[in-house]
């Protein structure tokens, strides 16, 4: 049987000795680190569904680079997906880390919220157009937006900025912090972001589902109100809409039966981001990948009120942005399901 610990021996023992494709040894041995910590970590993991994810991860990335030396495809696909593997295994370890953490939620609470309001302030300055990025010097930082003029504070592009400050704001929904909400809320219309503010109208009506005859109706109205008054379902992005590429990838995987099942490796170079981190999930690791989502969803523990909410809202932003591409966004996502994991620990 493995355990952690004969997996830290072999991995140990088989480090200095590999290698992806024709790269460097150390280009292996980097790979060899990361899968022995993303399978050393799915042993200890309490959930099934995701245990059985992090295993599934490590073992693409070992047939990745170990297939490598003997097929062409696989020496593309390795390298390609470093950066993924690499983010994955931080985020891992950043999950283990909250969810074996003393520190009590009210703390983490208030990290989350001061890191909303940071950027909150940020962006309303940008409103009345005063960048206070450009108050650096120049050689020492460059703050380019991918928006042009749009409300973007630091995270670059307006929908990474409204899809964390709406994944925050269920910690305002406590009694020091409440009073921040006029400042929070109000900034969702110049930032004009259709996904994540349906994402929260999906969170309020969760966070009062107690209240659902009420708050259903009132959650609905106001997202399809924002959309009437901007621009429509968020469904366009650049030259082609979503909708047309999200019919392109599914034509894609329904053309193979083995990419279907299992996916096209963690390497595979998208045609363009998305904007669905459920198909892209599919795209990557095919229904076997969306099986441990689900399975892990539903296990999730629903007995924490503000971080059931802020998962239904990062939930529902996934489905038509990229917020597990960004590091605020992932850190934010990771932090929450580290606590939620905590929680189902002590329960």
Request: proline share 4%; net charge positive.
């Amino acid at each position: 049987m493995i355990t952690q610990d004969r997996l830290l021996k072999y991995g140990y023992l088989l480090l200095p000795f590999c290698l992806v494709g024709n790269q460097t040894f150390a280009t292996g041995q980097y790979y060899a680190l990361m899968t022995a910590i993303m399978a050393g970590v799915g042993l200890c993991v309490t959930d099934k569904w995701l245990r059985g994810f992090l295993l599934y991860f490590a073992l693409w990335q070992a047939a990745l680079w170990a297939s490598s030396l003997l097929f062409v495809r696989s020496i593309i696909l390795a390298p390609n997906g470093f950066e993924m593997y690499a983010t994955t295994t931080l985020l891992v370890l950043l999950w283990a880390y909250v969810s074996k953490s003393e520190k009590d939620d009210e703390w983490f609470f208030n990290i989350f919220c001061i890191g909303a309001l940071i950027q909150a302030v940020i962006a309303w300055f940008q409103v009345f157009d005063i960048q206070l990025y450009k108050m650096v010097p120049s050689p020492i930082v460059a703050i380019k937006s991918q928006m042009g003029n749009a409300i973007t504070a630091m995270l670059q592009n307006n929908n990474f900025l409204a899809g964390f400050i709406a994944i925050s704001t269920p910690f305002f929904f406590r009694r020091r912090w409440i009073y921040f909400l006029p400042l929070i809320l109000p900034l969702f219309w110049p930032m004009q972001t259709r996904t994540a503010v349906i994402a929260l109208c999906a969170g309020i009506a969760f966070y009062y589902r107690r209240h659902w005859k009420i708050i259903l109706p009132i959650s609905i109205s106001a997202a399809i109100a924002f959309m009437l008054t901007t621009r429509g379902l968020p469904t366009e992005t650049g030259p082609e809409t979503r909708w047309d590429m999200w019919g392109k990838a599914l034509m894609f995987m329904f053309s193979d039966w083995s990419r279907l099942l299992a996916g096209n490796s963690p390497g595979i170079v998208l045609d363009g981001n998305l904007h669905n981190e459920y198909l892209t999930l599919f795209m990557k690791f095919g229904f076997a990948g969306l099986a441990f989502l689900a399975g892990y969803l539903w296990n999730l523990p629903r007995i924490h009120r503000i971080l059931s909410t802020a998962m239904v809202v990062a939930l529902v932003n996934m489905m038509g942005n990229y917020a597990m591409e960004l590091p605020t966004t992932m850190a934010l996502i990771t932090c929450i399901a580290g606590l939620l994991e905590r929680h189902r620990c002590r329960k």
